[in-house]
């Protein structure tokens, strides 16, 4: 199975756009910031953000030790709402959402490209993965901003973010993921199994927030 014993921790941040019961989902990439002046925090306007706000992978670590680190974000116009969405987003889901959409984004700029048996094999590690139950996730902090926005599309508008972080042991996470992987490669020759974890082996997960739509 993939490197075990290596430290890796995810750090996810999904978006959550509010509006009104719609909702889409948005995974943090690393793009143009859009500037914005906090007007009010929990705690007040000059209160002090927690430390694991907008962290990367490397900083988390050394602030969570053995742990896997997962940021979830929501947006509306109101702060009830995003607090009553906080209460009852389902993190396992989107958290199993994202890992698989990791390793689909991974598979298509894989060396292994024209393996129809590694494609394949990662196209079912993905499906079920999408569907694994996470236990273990535990709510460990949150904190809410109201933004107004300085340029962009929605320059001049005001709107609440949410973010939750979440932590889980690290050995619980690569043990679900090991079993999915050990599942999906089941059956398949040497080489597409011997591929398939290094190429798991290589996946890693960066937190990068994106404040564009």
């Not at 490197?3 to 941040?13: C, D, H, P, R």
């Not at 914005?36 to 430390?51: C, E, H, L, M, V």
């Not at 987003?89 to 890992?99: G, P, Q, T």
Request: no cysteine; glycine share 6%.
């Amino acid at each position: 199975m993939f490197n075990t014993n290596k430290k890796i921790i995810f750090v996810l941040a999904f978006v959550f756009v509010l509006n009104a019961i719609f909702f889409s989902a948005n995974v943090f990439a690393q793009r143009k910031r859009i500037r914005y002046d906090i007007i009010d925090q929990r705690g007040g306007k000059r209160a002090k953000q927690p430390k694991w706000m907008f962290k990367g992978t490397t900083a988390l670590e050394k602030d969570y030790p053995n742990k896997m680190a997962f940021i979830i974000s929501g947006r509306g116009k109101s702060l009830n709402f995003v607090e009553s969405w906080a209460k009852r987003v389902n993190s396992s889901s989107e958290v199993a959402r994202y890992l698989s959409q990791s390793i689909t984004d991974m598979t298509a700029a894989s060396e292994y490209g024209g393996d129809e048996s590694f494609q394949r094999t990662m196209e079912t590690l993905t499906t079920s993965v999408s569907k694994v139950k996470i236990v273990g996730l535990r709510r460990e902090d949150d904190w809410w901003i109201l933004k107004e926005y300085k340029d962009g599309a929605k320059k001049g508008q005001q709107e609440y973010e949410y973010y939750v972080l979440y932590l889980i042991d690290s050995d619980i996470m690569k043990r679900i993921i090991n079993n999915e992987v050990e599942k999906a490669i089941s059956g398949e020759n040497e080489e597409t199994k011997s591929r398939v974890k290094s190429a798991m082996d290589k996946l890693t997960y960066e937190y990068m927030e994106n404040d564009e739509e």
